[in-house]
């Protein structure tokens, strides 16, 4: 079903075609439960192929640690990590509506306990981000199209640079992107692993891991999935 909802982007009013659609999550304890949920053209919903692929790579870095799901969304991939064995999942959804849904799934689902919820500006709560104790963590970024546009890129960027400055050793940094994004932006150039699914790329970086010289990033490229 569509419908259509007026959203502000940049302080501009636009109207967007609003579907609902049914995630299922893939694996671990809660696994085949799903969720119903409302995309529009703005957002950058996590398709299941990508989702399956993210959480493969990951393996037993999810088990034990704290996942950071910071531009929320349906909140999907933060419930992912939950059921995968991630200690607790942090998600953040400026949305109001988005937010409240998600607070519904996790009671629904009996992982209340395990899922935090913050409804902030993810740009202001990176300035105020202090690292949870116990170890490295998972931080996924999926940001929305306008955050990745050429008016907005540069912002993303120091973002992502701020959380990586602060984000423990071992700790990995993953962003959701599609083809255009501009990786030769990246800070630590070579020290990305990225893959590629159709148009979408996963982007992973491992806090500390060497990182390539700039003759080996140009040989590895990213990898055709």
Not at 66 to 71: E, G, K, L, Q, R
Not at 117 to 127: C, G, N, P
Not at 176 to 200: C, S, T
Request: proline share 6%; hydrophobic share 45%.
């Amino acid at each position: 079903m569509s419908i259509t909802e007026t959203v502000f982007s940049l302080g501009v009013e636009v109207q967007m075609a609003v579907e609902k659609t049914d995630i299922r999550i893939v694996a671990g304890s809660l696994k085949g439960r799903r969720i119903t949920c409302e995309v529009h053209e703005g957002m950058r919903p996590t398709p299941q192929m990508v989702r399956e692929a993210l959480f493969s790579i990951l393996g037993n870095a999810v088990p034990g640690r704290v996942f950071f799901d910071v531009f929320g969304g349906t909140g999907i991939v933060g419930l992912e990590a939950v059921s995968r064995g991630a200690t607790r999942a942090v998600i953040l959804e400026r949305d109001n509506k988005l937010a409240a849904d998600m607070q519904k799934n996790t009671n629904r689902f009996g992982v209340a306990d395990k899922v935090q919820i913050l409804k902030a500006d993810v740009y202001r709560w990176a300035e105020r981000w202090v690292v949870p104790p116990g170890g490295p963590v998972n931080v996924f970024f999926s940001p929305p199209f306008p955050d990745l546009g050429p008016e907005r890129v540069a912002e993303f960027l120091s973002l992502l640079n701020h959380i990586l400055a602060k984000a423990p050793d071992d700790s990995v940094i993953i962003i959701q992107a599609e083809d255009g994004f501009p990786l030769e932006a990246l800070p630590d150039q070579g020290g990305w692993d990225i893959r590629k699914y159709g148009r979408n790329l996963l982007l992973f970086r491992v806090k500390g891991e060497a990182i390539a010289s700039e003759d080996e990033a140009n040989h590895n490229g990213s990898k055709e999935v």
